[in-house]
């Protein structure tokens, strides 16, 4: 079994920061000791890497993906292949994406749809998620055959009508289904039948630029689904997960609910937190990189998103990978905002992203690991195998350097699409080497991994409960 020690560098997880040695043994973490001490002295290796000056992190868990997707009228244009290398490059080293129950179809058609497109082909470790598009009497059944298989969450629609859109009875019969399985429901809270509405309206107004996305997605609508798809998972006596939070208002009635000691879970995601309404409203159609739902809201939300991390009213970081090229896709709205394909790329820039908030003083490092790595592992479903660096872990581990300086670019990232929703943007840390299951996949800065590396990670239930 290939034995290798990462030495002299800070250990960090979402609980401790202890300056120790780190064994790995085949694809597991074996043992930390304390530098300098006989114990890590006696550690024979095959390979050393030097952590000295660097942080030693868990690999993160991106539990938001959607490569592959096909989605307003196109495909998001990673594949596993792609999105999962380029995870990889920013230190990401397990993702949960999105099976999707075809319209008609069943759980398990989705779910081996999605299987032929990433098994062999990833770089690193992957679950799946299943978006349940046509609740019915025998898709709530299959709901308990996907929970036992590994697929333990579920996500449905308040937005999308005519898509993904089901209706609050569609919602309470998945909830109280979870409730009984054990599994998750996870809710995009907008009102979609409203929005639609405004849509129109605007339409007929001759309102059509991008901007115009995130004025009729309304801050009010996604915080009176939010509160609407909280009191039904209250009256199912199942927990809720809200993803993707972009208004101040949707994070106060998670708040509320959590005060009043309600298992309600939410994310947000980086496009939240650094971008706002004055990127959408960017002359030139520019403004059609920013499309993506939840819209993006008003600078002043930012701080309650960033408080409401720090307060554990918000637990997860996820990116919602879902990228669309500039040319070819995002432009199939010009004249008309309401067909710009939704969606943004981001898996490769989330832990650098979050650690310029440590950096900026919005979270603590512990908070940045606990936000990218270990909430979202243990909200579904995969803790302590991921999410942290603790003996028996899966030895996914980043060497990241703090002190790197990069700048975000299309010209310089590895995410298959032909722009970057930070171009220029100055970040401070970059993950140096990352081990995925104790196997190199980037080696200072270059990546060494190979595609159908990555494994198929069946989860777990929900650890938050
Ligand atoms: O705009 C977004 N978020 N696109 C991906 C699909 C979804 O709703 O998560
Ligand atoms: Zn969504
Ligand atoms: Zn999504």
Redesign the pocket.
Known sequence: MSRTVIHGGLVVTASDEVHADVLVEGGRIAALAAHGTDAAASWNADRRIDATGKYVIPGGVDA?T?ME?P??GTM?CDTFETGTRAAAWGGTTTIVD?AIQPKGGSLREGLDTWHEKADGRCSVDYGFHMIMSDVNESSLKQMDELTAAGVTSF?L?T??PGV?YSDDGQILRAMQRAGTNGGLVMM?AENGIAIDVLVEQALARGERDPRHHGEVRRALLEAEATHRVIRLSQVAGAPVYV??VSAQEALAELTRARDEGLPVFGETCPQYLFLSTDNLAEPDFEGAKY????PLRPKEHQAALWRGLRTDDLQVVST?H?PFCFKGQKDMGVGDFSKI????PGVEHRMDLLHQAVVDGHVSRRRWIDIACAAPARMFGLYPRKGTIAPGSDADIVVYDPQAQQVLSAGTHHMNVDYSAYEGKRITGRAETVLSRGVPVVESGAYVGRAGHGAYVPRGLCQYL
């Open positions: 938001h959607h997707m989605f307003g998001s999105f996500k629609f937005a999308y993904f995009h993803v993707h499309v993506c739902s939840t919602d879902c394909p939704n969606g943004m």
